[in-house]
């Protein structure tokens, strides 16, 4: 049980530094509540799927250490939820090439722009998935060793 523990720590240290940095981004980096941007039509629900992949990453806090490969597919879902909205910031010109059709207040001033808050945070939802990956085949190996 103790052979598996690295990945279990692995999993909460990487869960609670997406955790942590998805509260810093959304209210001390760049506050989006009471904005604007939370009540677009298109900006809205990506500020409303942030702050879901966020308290799914709080919660996985609490439920890997019993249930680590339920806990690893909650810690996916949320790196794809908090995804959407950093890619908005770093890349703001596909997102008007897709919505097309909508009328913009503001223009384009350039489609990628180096967003240093939005790329750490890409970075870190990569690290957190391959982390909850590991922890998946690991599981899964472990399971398939079992005798039982």
């Given at each position: 049980?103790?052979?598996y523990?690295?990945?279990?720590?692995?999993?909460?240290?990487?869960?609670?530094?997406?955790?942590?940095?998805?509260?810093?981004?959304?209210?001390?980096?760049?506050?989006?509540?009471?904005?604007?941007?939370?009540?677009?039509?298109?900006t809205?629900?990506?500020?409303?799927?942030?702050?879901?992949?966020?308290?799914?990453?709080?919660?996985?806090?609490?439920?890997?250490f019993?249930?680590?490969?339920?806990?690893?597919?909650?810690?996916?879902?949320?790196?794809?939820?908090?995804?959407?909205?950093?890619?908005y910031?770093?890349?703001?010109g596909?997102?008007?090439?897709i919505?097309?059709?909508?009328?913009?207040?503001?223009?384009l001033?350039?489609?990628?722009?180096?967003?240093?808050?939005?790329?750490?945070?890409?970075l870190?939802?990569?690290?957190?998935?391959?982390?909850?990956?590991?922890?998946?085949?690991v599981?899964?190996?472990?399971?398939?060793?079992?005798?039982?």
């Open positions: 049980m103790h052979k523990m690295g990945h279990k720590l692995a999993q909460v240290a990487t869960c609670l530094l997406c955790a942590v940095f998805a509260w810093n981004y959304e209210h001390i980096v760049a506050p989006l509540e009471g904005t604007e941007f939370g009540g677009g039509w298109l809205g629900p990506l500020l409303h799927l942030y702050d879901l992949g966020a308290l799914l990453f709080f919660l996985t806090l609490f439920l890997v019993f249930f680590p490969r339920a806990t690893a597919v909650i810690a996916i879902l949320a790196s794809l939820a908090c995804l959407p909205l950093y890619l910031f770093t890349a703001p596909p997102y008007r090439k919505f097309y059709w909508c009328e913009f207040k503001s223009p001033i350039a489609n990628f722009r180096w967003n240093a808050p939005a790329v750490e945070g890409i870190i939802l990569v690290l957190s998935s391959y982390v909850a990956v590991c922890s998946l085949l599981s899964k190996q472990r399971k398939s060793k079992s005798p039982v």
